[in-house]
């Protein structure tokens, strides 16, 4: 099992990015795709995880109504559209893969119990 994640870069408060989460080696269409973020001298939190069979989402509350997670799954692809960045959201951003019950959980674990993580992306929001 792998994971790409790219898309990160700078962007003003305001702008707009779309990370990428490239998945390949499952046996299985039936996972969800989390993405978690670090920033500096802060514990890793779960932002967005969506369902590639079921297309269930969640998002935490500070992206709410920003970000946007999409799958296609026809490319093995999980989008995160984030508009409306605001410097807070300066982080390395991070795709896992696992079931969506252990992903929706992980949400609220920092994704400690993870095992499948891509390398992250760093994004950079300045003021």
């Known amino acids: 099992v792998q994971l790409q994640a790219s898309g990160g870069g700078l962007v003003q408060a305001g702008g707009s990015l779309r990370l990428s989460c490239v998945a390949s080696?499952?046996?299985?269409?039936?996972?969800?795709i989390g993405w978690f973020r670090q920033a500096p001298g802060k514990e890793r939190e779960g932002v967005s995880c969506?369902?590639?069979?079921?297309?269930?989402?969640y998002y935490a509350d500070s992206v709410k109504g920003r970000f946007t997670i999409s799958s296609d799954n026809a490319k093995n692809t999980v989008y995160l559209d984030m508009n409306s960045l605001k410097p807070e959201d300066t982080a390395v951003y991070y795709c896992a893969a696992d079931t969506w019950g252990n992903i929706r959980i992980s949400m609220f674990m920092g994704g400690e119990d993870l095992e499948s993580w891509g390398q992250g992306t760093l994004v950079t929001v300045s003021s």
């Open positions: 080696g499952f046996t299985t269409d039936d996972y969800a």
């Open positions: 969506i369902s590639r069979s079921d297309g269930y989402t």
